[in-house]
């Protein structure tokens, strides 16, 4: 019968810990396996991730590419479908402003773009800066309006 005290890991499931700097007896000798002298064999004796001796590194030997443009404008992007889930009386006007105020849209966009996927019976006012086509059409037949907000350089 298996009982607490005559549970043993399996054969070769476990290993003894490396004791190392114990004398030539340990099987681990003076170089307490660290092969014989040189850099890696000393007390903190690493150099830093990338170091290739002095030559010059393969990061330095790269060319550069890209930037980070600093000026990009981000649409956050709404279909019809989300704009459906919404209470009329909680978002009398759809806006950017109104959406982020409320937790819909997380994160830093600049422009709001709504899209026509989906279908919408509410009469909701939507502000944006870019709404479809396709989505104008739903919009008013369902009984809404929406106003488009000018983009600066356009």
């Known amino acids: 019968m298996l009982k607490l005290n005559t549970i043993r890991a399996w ?22 396996g660290k ?14 991730v990338g170091f290739e001796g002095g030559q010059m590194p393969l990061y330095r030997r790269l060319p550069k590419r890209g930037f980070k443009n600093f000026a990009k404008r981000t ?3 709404l279909n ?17 402003e109104s959406l982020v105020k409320m937790n819909i849209i997380k994160g830093r966009y600049d422009r ?9 019976t509410k009469p909701f006012f939507i502000k944006a800066h870019r709404i479809s086509e396709v989505a104008q059409k739903k919009i008013t037949e369902a009984g809404g309006r929406f106003e488009l907000i000018p983009i600066p350089g356009q």
């Open 35 to 48: 092969g014989d002298k040189g850099q890696l064999a000393r007390t903190g004796g690493h150099v830093r």
């Open 80 to 96: 019809l479908v989300d704009i459906e889930r919404l209470s009329v009386d909680q978002f009398p006007e759809v806006s950017l």
């Open 75 to 77: 649409n956050a992007v």
């Open 112 to 120: 709001l773009t709504v899209l026509s996927t989906g279908k919408i």
């Open 11 to 32: 054969p070769g499931a476990t290993h003894s810990r490396k004791r190392l700097g114990r004398g030539s007896g340990s099987g681990h000798g003076p170089t307490a």
